[in-house]
């Protein structure tokens, strides 16, 4: 990792602490998104000159700090600089110039947006670039030559290329990082005669930025830090008041009202959380004043994550989301939330509700010795797919007894290949499926919810393909731990209705009756035991199957992170023909525990009598649909 450390006689240059940047390219090859600011933006985002005091304008200058390569440079030493050769991603290393710097960026070998869009980006110069700052001679020359190449090769506009486009944030951090490391490498005040194509180059991305705003999100956060720090480089007031405007835009769009994050994903709600807080930093070190609206909707943000956390430490792995501890942040939510409960202080809320489409729940907080003992879950619903979001509308994720009991296919990286495909698709997600029409994306409202002091309810609606209607009942229960669903659909055509329960793949799953499957890590004293119970349908054959590693279709996989596919097995609850009621179970109980149910009518009320685990509780359905918990 690159960081600045003492050598002798000279330090190196300042660097900014990584950001936990969430890895690949971020981008769909081919497109680009702009997320346009659709709140009113922020009014306290102004320069120190706009200020009243003359002392506050009188500190108006400021420096910017480098921000780091975030890890894109982790696997490419300087040794490997020298001879021309970039790795990342557990990718092999490549030769990609011919030894003196001059560099082929048309080349992408393993055909991965990702490694070519972070090969654009420069960041994989980062330790040859803090070797040039401590006044390693060496790697500035060859530094400054491959940076030299690249603006050399890619004149201005380079839009055509949309991995050089996308990496134009980064790369312009990485220009202002490489200037730094001549002048402190050089220990000289002002950038030498041979290096001023630097500043030119750092007009041009510049200019660059100011045309190719991405709006209200990570990237257009990003691009308006970057514009910022030119500003200050070059002390052009235009291009930091610009910055500062945008910035102000998009800060009330990128985390709403409520601290949600508009990327519909976990571990970018992450990732927007630190990158506010360097704007902030950003912003203050050379001379503007932030206000505190980036300040406020940060807290909201922080209280999001906490409760986006699951009993395990980790994020619910939601959206393009690999497998994430949640960063323990000291002085709040999330400190009690990424220590699992043996520092700070827990969250008053057990339950979020929020109206971007999130569900998070838990039984409780627990403490430093019981947080893992709480069951907890998510629910996805709210507008139509967008950036870094899924098909996973009314999907369910869960943790209790210490495990992943239901989770999510996962993140399959940025390439347009099949696995991305099915990975975003709803049948990478525990929620009912229509298989033989086309995913509508649609937007899922949220009917109504109950929280109860033992139980959750909630009832989702939406419209998942062309004549189809979908509605999803949950109910989450503790003490016992229990899921419910009662998922119902609805065609004007004959369809197939499948409801999947994706399984962790660290357990074998078996189809034990017609209604029922168990699911186990072999020796582990923990079982799912799913099931399915006849409600105003008779189970057809085939209404119970178990689909693991196939690949025509795709089913019964998971990508705990890009570079990582397991089998997983997956259950389904199918029906076909114009409608389907199927009212589904997951139980989590010790190896040895069992679950039995008795049926009956109490009026319009239909209930199920279930012992779980030795553990007695009364499941109702009332005439309305709604999930209750009897007893």
Known sequence: MATATETAGNPGIAIAPELPEPPGAQFVPGATNVIPATAAPAKDIRSKSEARSKNEAQAAAGTYTCPGFSTVDDATPVSYLLKDTYAWGGFAAYKVGNGSGNINWKLNPYQNPSWYMWFHSLRWLGQGITAAGQGDTAAMARVTTIVRDWV?????????????????????????????????????????????????????????????????????????????????????????????????????????????????????????????????????????????????????????????????????????????????????????????????????????????????????????????????????????????????????????????????????????????????????????????????????????????????FYEFSDVPGAGISRVRGVLVLKDPDLVVTLDRGSSKTAQQFQTLWHLPSDQKASVYSRTTALAAKPGENTRTILFQVPYRQALPPGAILLKQAQTKPIQGWHYPNIRTRNSAPTLMFARSGYSASILSFIAPVRASGAVTYATRWVGTTYVVDLTVAGVKTSVGITAGGSLVRLA
């Open 152 to 456: 050399v090769d890619n004149p201005y506009s380079w839009k055509a290329n949309i991995g050089a486009w996308e990496s134009t944030m980064h790369r312009t951090n990485v220009l202002m990082c490489t200037r730094q490391a001549v002048l402190t490498g050089l220990k000289v005040t002002t950038l030498p005669t041979q290096y001023q194509w630097l500043d030119k180059a750092l007009l041009d991305h510049a200019a660059f930025l100011v045309y190719n705003w991405s709006g209200a999100w990570n990237h257009g956060t990003d691009e308006s830090i970057a514009l910022f720090g030119v500003g200050c480089t070059l002390n052009r007031t235009d291009y930091k008041n610009l910055a500062q405007q945008r910035l102000a835009s998009g800060i009330t769009t990128s985390i709403d009202a409520q601290g949600s994050t508009n990327e519909q994903s976990t571990a970018y709600a992450q990732f927007n959380y630190s990158l506010w807080g360097r704007a902030v930093e950003v912003l203050q070190a050379c001379g503007a004043d932030p206000g505190t609206t980036i300040t406020q909707r940060r807290a909201l943000l922080a209280n999001w994550i906490a409760l986006a956390t699951n009993s395990l430490g980790n994020l619910h792995q939601i959206g393009d989301s690999e497998v994430v501890k949640t960063a323990p942040i000291a002085g709040t939510p999330l400190q009690f939330a990424g220590t699992k409960g043996a520092e700070g202080t827990a969250p008053a809320q057990r339950v979020g509700v929020y109206s971007a489409g999130f569900v998070f729940g838990r039984s409780g907080w627990g403490t430093g010795a019981t947080f893992a003992a709480q069951s907890s879950y998510s629910i996805r619903y709210g507008p139509k797919r967008q950036l870094h979001g899924h098909s996973d509308h009314m999907s369910l994720t869960y943790v209790a007894r210490g495990r992943d009991i239901l989770i999510d296919g996962g993140h399959a990286g940025y390439q347009n290949d099949v696995w991305r495909t099915w990975a975003k698709s709803p049948f990478a997600h525990s929620t009912m499926t229509t298989p033989l029409s086309a995913d509508a994306m649609p937007a899922t409202k949220l009917n109504r919810h109950v929280l109860g002091t033992n139980s959750d």
